[in-house]
């Protein structure tokens, strides 16, 4: 009779036996499309962690070595352990055109998120919600931008200096993820629930737990997925305890609706109302709208922050922005009042921001998308079912025959510029919100992220605020923003980094 440790011995051999064959059994179907980095057994482990921490280097490699081609990087966030990358205009815009039936990028949020495991029954549900930002919240920004105007300023009173002499700002990422979340809540949930300690500190938490949990249970035997998930995941809790919180005013507006009709005097422009107005009957329960809330709170409040911490950096290091910014602030809000419309006229700042974010590099892909059955490019390239595919963004944006000079910060690059002919670029073309193949920060196609208007015109308001209000250096009068972290497929601002705060002086 074996001892234990042969027991587990033979048990630890026959598991890596199996992985030896599944992970070439996999890697079989897509042996057509060229690899950057090692394609073996041991080499692609070691090269999906290398990709973790620094994707971008791959991401780059592959981009010049398969100029408007595919190739795969080895990855801990996928099913398969690959990710295909492609490049070029006509692979961007077939992708852009691929129909729902081919792949979504639904399904690759399942696979990267492990959603099915964290969320369970809430991981493949009717996502009617992106159809709620894109269109009734959307639409209510400009009814609803002075309440969102009001939110930042009281939210800044509390989280921000605001002495006469300068002081630092300890974690500005931190503090900046308060006003944001707040801030965005104003326009979910209202008042007085988006001020309440409590549920705001579940909104910025949760999605850092169902990221963290995602990745450890990638590290998982398949078999130990399910297990391990249960068991470490804090995402049911943290949905039970907003659900408290929400409980109460769902109830009483699906009331309401089922009294009065949709359309009901008083209805708040929230997007609790909104969710219920587009849910199918049986999407329409307190613990389904709540996960919704959680859903485009979890979209919505970090991403905001790393973005606005960025631009924040940004500014702070390069003061010779500041002043031609605040001019065009004056000036846009004289004539326009503190307006979505003014956000819209403010070209100097969108193109500060696009700059911030190209460079920044807050994503090595974008566009992901997940195959429901095999897909072929018009070049000859075949993605099997069940596969990954991304689009090589960072390279792109950082690709010196599309942006000159694309190491250095420039402010005004998307201002309005002349073509060869010296006719003008139209402004909206440039602007940080429009898609093009050249520009990928919100993905492509249908799949483009919805909330894109909502989060640029949150942190333009932000920006004119404190631009407006504060005067903002770098510790040391620093001219470099501080670095950030690249970790998985973006880049995370320093969470320790400072800035000074003063009240403005007169210039």
Not at 193 to 211: A, G, M, N, S
Request: glycine letters at 6%; one cysteine or more.
């Amino acid at each position: 009779m074996p001892t234990l440790t042969e027991a587990l011995a033979s048990v630890v051999i026959s598991y890596i036996l199996y992985k030896y064959i599944e992970f070439y059994r996999i890697r079989s179907k897509i042996d057509s499309i060229p690899t950057v980095g090692s394609d073996s057994f041991v080499g692609a482990y070691i090269n999906s962690w290398r990709y973790f921490i620094n994707g971008r280097s791959f991401v780059k490699e592959g981009y010049y070595k398969y100029p408007g081609a595919a190739f795969k990087v080895p990855t801990l966030g996928t099913s398969t352990g690959w990710q295909i990358i492609i490049s070029g205009k006509a692979m961007i815009d077939e992708l852009r055109k691929a129909p729902l039936e081919a792949m979504t990028l639904a399904e690759a949020n399942v696979d990267t998120l492990q959603t099915d495991i964290i969320i369970t029954k809430h991981s493949r549900v009717n996502e009617f919600q992106t159809d709620v930002v894109r269109t009734p919240l959307t639409r209510a920004l400009a009814g609803r931008f002075g309440d969102i105007r009001e939110e930042i300023i009281e939210a800044s009173k509390i989280y921000l200096p605001v002495g006469d002499d300068w002081e630092a700002l300890p974690r500005a990422h931190g503090a900046l993820l308060h006003i944001v979340c707040r801030t965005a809540n104003r326009l979910f949930v209202g008042l007085p629930l988006c001020r309440d300690p409590e549920y705001l500190k579940i909104q910025e938490d949760w999605t850092v737990h169902l990221f963290m949990d995602s990745l450890i249970i990638h590290a998982m035997p398949s078999i130990l997925k399910p297990v391990v998930g249960r068991a470490m995941s804090k995402v049911d809790s943290l949905m039970k305890r907003v659900q408290t919180f929400l409980e109460a005013t769902i109830l009483e507006r699906m009331e309401k609706d089922a009294k009065y009709g949709p359309d009901w005097e008083g209805k708040p422009a929230d997007l609790i109302s909104w969710l219920l107005d587009y849910a199918p009957p049986e999407n329409r329960t307190v613990e389904d709208i709540t996960v919704r809330v959680m859903f485009v709170n979890a979209a919505a409040v970090h991403t905001t922050t790393m973005g606005i911490t960025n631009v924040l950096f940004e500014l702070a290091a390069r003061q010779e922005y500041i002043k031609p910014i605040r001019e065009e602030i004056s000036e846009v809000v004289r004539t326009h009042g503190w307006t979505k419309e003014a956000m819209l006229r403010l070209h100097k700042l969108d193109s500060f921001i696009k700059e911030s974010f190209r460079l920044s590099g807050m994503g090595n892909t974008a566009g992901s998308r997940k195959t429901y059955k095999d897909f072929t490019f018009s070049n000859g390239v075949t993605i099997p079912k069940g596969y990954s595919i991304a689009i090589a963004s960072g390279a792109i944006h950082f690709d010196p025959a599309i942006y000159p000079d694309p190491d250095t910060f420039n402010g005004w690059r998307f201002c309005e510029t002349e073509d060869a002919d010296g006719a003008k670029t139209e402004q909206w073309r440039n602007q940080v919100v429009t898609m093009d193949p050249t520009w990928l920060m919100w993905g492509v196609g249908r799949h483009a992220c919805p909330g894109r208007f909502f989060a640029v015109n949150e942190i333009k308001a932000m920006v004119c605020h404190i631009l407006s209000t504060y005067d903002i250096k770098l510790p040391g009068d620093a001219t470099v923003p501080p670095a950030g972290t690249w970790f998985g497929n973006g880049r995370i601002p320093d969470s320790e980094a400072q800035i000074l705060f003063r009240k403005r002086r007169s210039e």
